[in-house]
């Protein structure tokens, strides 16, 4: 059974950074696309970066140049380096994976879900 756990969120002021885990395990797919979602109160989950199995990455246009994807593959772990926070990034974090993924920002394409980190950026 897949199980996605997510760390590394919390409280920081506006310029500030913070780099999120996310802990994989029970996958035995031999390809696997990761993500990073967030979901702010009121709105929809949307896609902020993927990473597919080849390594491609992808980005929200909202954080291209501010956060970066990368995985761990020894350690089964996804990763979110996020910089230069802004308010409007305060969300609910998801980390999500799937054998493949062709938009890959899209949250239908993910069957396995964490339960989320909290981000709040502060001005």
């Known amino acids: 059974q897949v199980q996605l756990v997510e760390s590394g969120g919390g409280s920081v002021q506006a310029g500030g950074s913070l780099r999120l885990s996310c802990a994989a395990s029970g996958y035995t797919y031999s390809t696997i696309c990761m993500g990073w979602f967030r979901q702010a109160p009121g709105k929809e989950r949307e896609g902020v970066a993927a990473i597919e199995s080849d390594g491609t990455t992808k980005y929200a246009d909202s954080v291209k140049g501010r956060f970066t994807i990368s995985k761990d593959n020894a350690k089964n772990t996804l990763y979110l380096q996020m910089n230069s926070l802004k308010p409007e990034d305060t969300a609910m974090y998801y980390c999500?994976?799937?054998?493949?993924?062709?938009?890959?920002?899209?949250?239908?394409?993910?069957?396995?879900w964490g339960q989320g980190t909290q981000v709040t950026v502060s001005s």
């Open positions: 999500a994976a799937d054998p493949l993924c062709d938009y890959a920002l899209g949250a239908y394409e993910y069957n396995y």
